[in-house]
């Protein structure tokens, strides 16, 4: 299949998973990981309509977004928004403020203050709350106990905005049974921020349980971009 057809028909697999749970396909957004791919990948499928890309790598990220930012002179990609979703380190911070219009992985206040230090005018930055459905501590994302404080923190942040909650579902469990849980901190947020209701979950193997649990934003790599080219 060519990148087209693959991403025709997990538009189609999404909207149809998108209408069994009785929700309208227009309110999620698809969002392409080219992890591991070629900057050429991404201007083809700009060029197929696709606005919303992610990177897992902070280098790959400034790489990618630097090169359309070079070709482009103000005159094209002005529109497409590049989604930090990878663990962010504090040194970083600033290498994926400059690249990224949203962030899915603030887990702790330091990362949160990270991003606002670096600020240098502009729009706020969007960022998500990353939640450990694990018990294991080493693995990426707030305590769901600590969510609400973290929360709290981050609406203290002038030049960050706070939208929602990010999970990824651990291999161990039901998908469904996951992202229940991730729809019920996500309502838990809420009672802090209001307005925070995106629900960033579902990958390729899963989106169609995380659709039924209410995400909003779905992160699709191979499924679309075909195999990840070997890693030397």
């Not at 706070?162 to 039901?174: I, K």
């Amino acid at each position: 299949m060519s990148v087209a057809e693959r991403l025709s028909a997990i538009d189609a697999a999404i909207a149809d998973a998108a209408r069994r749970a009785g929700r309208d396909p227009g309110d999620i957004t698809r969002i392409v990981v080219t992890k591991f791919h070629p900057v050429s990948l991404v201007r083809e499928l700009y060029a197929l309509g696709v606005r919303e890309f992610g990177e897992n790598r902070q280098q790959e990220l400034s790489a990618k977004s630097d090169a359309l930012r070079e070709e482009s002179e103000g005159s094209g990609f002005d529109d497409l928004r590049w989604h930090f979703i990878g663990q962010a380190q504090t040194n970083k911070a600033g290498q994926i403020r400059r690249a990224a219009q949203a962030v899915h992985s603030v887990d702790r206040p330091r990362i949160a203050d990270a991003l606002d230090r670096v600020a240098d005018g502009g729009a706020p930055l969007d960022v998500l709350l990353q939640i450990n459905l694990t018990d294991d501590h080493g693995r990426g994302g707030v305590a769901p106990a600590d969510l609400e404080q973290l929360a709290e923190h981050v609406l203290g942040l002038p030049t960050l905005r706070l939208r929602g909650v990010m999970a990824v579902a651990p291999l161990d469990e039901d998908p469904a049974a996951a992202f229940a849980r991730v729809h019920d901190y996500a309502q838990r947020l809420r009672t802090v921020a209001p307005e925070a209701d995106w629900i960033s979950a579902g990958m390729t193997g899963d989106f169609a349980e995380a659709i039924a649990a209410g995400a909003t934003h779905l992160r699709i790599g191979s499924a679309i971009t075909g195999p990840r080219p070997a890693q030397g």
